[in-house]
């Protein structure tokens, strides 16, 4: 926990803020502070700043809040992300959330299994703790939006012809399209990353009929949890960073 | 399991393989071929083609190998990473043989904790297992070289003077600098990623003095099974691609 994400219920006016539970517990174990000392916070999908310590203890934690930071800015990046087995969908909503990304669409394909999209995991509060463990490793406040489709065609169809203009890349390891600087050019990114056996040829003819350039990093095959932040690296490194 | 790793062990001549174990029960339970069916395989550390099925039983499979690719290139990156906790060095040796690399060292550093180099995961076997498995997923045939340092000034004095001459990179996200295609041009390239709290101080001088550029992917801080993909991505995208 490199920052201490607060809710606004968390506030008693704005000059004491007092926090319970895992995070209280967290503090007083692990990081210990001194009555005076700082520590990073943020206000969830706010203001960012440092708490002085008025109290610490395992159950309850009193700061007083200094928020004069402004939120990160929302990377103009969205995922579209074939839906991983619900083991993997947790540790990957929080890399997601630590990257950065401004909407998160998960979605179904040929290759991904129905019954994950009954996952526990996919449950509001599970998702939305997911997140908030990404922010608070990244020091971030700002919550991507989470998007379930049950259907790639509803996704391709209904909601991508709304989204801002921007480049459209598909990951496909068996394609041979090694990414260009002129690929990634646009205000905006949407990046498509398939199930770990990859998109069928109809879904990737698709995705390219709708202006999707299909690439890929390299003959290796990557798990997903790997795969997501080396194509995020590598399509941000070429759009000159963050 | 994308590529059936075998071993020297596994050939009764050259025409005929036999599996057995974790890996032939694997393919009877999960791949389930058809005799003559085709298998993707490659010899550790050696060559790559197809095993067309012989006989297939959850004790024993039986394959007529075709060895007909050469095994990949070794990629000119390595990796000195300050030494994980036991239960992410695990998942990290996987995806680093999964993304590939010619040595990772592994080393000390101020906050690494001592208790992690007694850790079962880097016995030697527990190593070898880990790698594999990132072989298998990607595809790939070559072992990472794996060194442990028990101290980062011995890497520093006795084993960085003999490396090949390269771009040498150091991951610190409290430095401003943002890689340029200049930083990392060169034949090879060495890239140092610090422990979760990251490197201290006179840690970072030490590397600046020995011709290492500090650089920041950005603000956020990543956990380490997600900055080294990202950091991996990167520098491959401003080195060109693999």
Redesign the interface.
Same mark, same amino acid.
């Given at each position: 926990m490199?920052l201490l994400l607060l809710d606004p219920a968390d506030f008693q006016g704005d000059d004491r803020v007092v926090v319970r539970g895992r995070r209280a517990a967290h503090v007083a174990s692990v990081v210990r502070p001194a009555v005076g000392a700082e520590l990073v916070i943020g206000v969830v999908d706010g203001p960012r700043g440092v708490g002085v310590v008025l109290a610490c203890g395992p159950d309850e934690l009193v700061l007083e809040p200094r928020l004069d930071r402004e939120p990160?800015p929302v990377p103009p990046i969205d995922l579209l992300l074939a839906l991983p087995r619900p083991k993997v969908v947790r540790?990957l909503l929080?890399?997601i959330a630590? =990257?950065?990304v401004d909407t998160l669409h998960l979605t179904n394909a040929w290759r991904v299994e129905r019954a994950y999209f009954a996952s526990p995991a996919l449950a509001p509060e599970s998702i939305d703790a997911a997140l908030r463990r990404g922010l608070e490793?990244?020091? !971030?406040t700002r919550r991507p939006r989470v998007v379930v489709h049950h259907r790639l065609m509803a996704f391709l169809d209904d909601t991508l012809p709304d989204l801002a203009p921007g480049a459209r890349l598909l990951a496909h390891p068996n394609h041979r399209h090694? =990414?260009t600087v002129a690929d990634v050019a646009g205000e905006r990114v949407l990046i498509a990353i398939g199930p770990e056996g990859g998109w069928i040829e109809r879904e990737v003819t698709t995705f390219v009929e709708r202006g999707f350039t299909s690439f890929t $990093? +390299? @003959?290796? $095959? $990557?798990?997903t949890? !790997? %795969? &997501? @932040?080396?194509?995020? +690296?590598? &399509?941000? %490194? =070429?759009r000159g +960073? =963050?």
């Open positions: 490199n990160e540790r929080t890399d630590s =990257l950065g490793q990244a020091r !971030a090694r =990414l $990093l +390299g @003959p290796r $095959l $990557l798990r949890e !790997a %795969a &997501v @932040p080396a194509i995020y +690296g590598w &399509v941000t %490194a =070429l +960073g =963050l």
